[in-house]
């Protein structure tokens, strides 16, 4: 059976995967994402950024895998979100004062969040495949009221996700609309997913729990 290897620390992307009938094990990559940013050409395009974040990820965590036997049929599967606005990358603003000035710029406005995806298929320790793409849906946001947005940074939920906004929590009062992926916006699109798997010659199908034998 191959296994499936999550390399993020996100519980919203674990729970996307859960709820999609996918019970993955969890590994935490610590790739130094400046880093890989900054060893870039100056010129890479956005989508690009995102996707080679995400492979740096998958690719730390197979090494890590490849001496280890209960993962000889695996695939890895990496990503990271950032949000484009006005052709500028943004992350997890880490602080309050960063999230803030990130609402006032975005609020009433639309902006792409954009999220790399890395499949790699590992087979005896080697990596045998890899697929790799990046999913972007727009996000029209509102304007949340001065005691609104206020009381949402206080949760400290906008400083640990890409753009200082979530979809599935508190920073969804304040999401008017989307186009594109709904789960891509979490932070993992299925849709992408599926189709990156079946690049690597995974079926999902045979990686949902409780599947007929």
């Known amino acids: 059976m191959t296994v499936f290897v999550l390399a993020s620390q996100s519980p919203a992307r674990l729970g996307v995967l859960r709820n999609a009938g996918v019970d993955p094990v969890v590994r935490v990559s610590h790739v130094d994402e400046d880093a890989v940013m900054a060893a870039l050409p100056a010129d890479t395009a956005p989508d690009r950024v995102v996707v080679e974040l995400a492979r740096a990820k998958a690719r730390e ?19 990271d979100s950032m949000l484009l606005v006005d052709d500028v990358l943004q992350g997890k603003p880490l602080t309050p004062e960063v999230a803030r000035a990130r609402w006032a710029e975005m609020a009433g406005r639309s902006a792409d969040l954009l999220t790399g995806h890395s499949v790699l298929r ?25 005691e609104e947005l206020d009381a949402y940074i206080a949760t400290g939920e906008p400083l640990q996700v890409a753009g200082s906004f979530t979809l599935d929590g508190l920073g969804g009062w304040f999401v008017d609309r989307i186009d594109g992926d709904p789960s891509s ?19 999902i199908a045979q990686l949902w729990v409780g599947r007929p034998a």
């Open 61 to 79: 965590i197979a090494g890590q895998l490849a001496a280890d036997p209960a993962f000889a049929d695996s695939v890895v599967v990496g990503c």
């Open 122 to 146: 590992l087979r005896a320790g080697e990596i045998v495949a890899e697929a790799a793409d990046c999913s972007s849906t727009t996000v029209h946001f509102a304007k949340p009221e001065p």
């Open 185 to 203: 916006v979490i932070g993992i699109g299925l849709p992408l997913v599926r189709r990156l798997l079946a690049e690597v010659g995974v079926g």
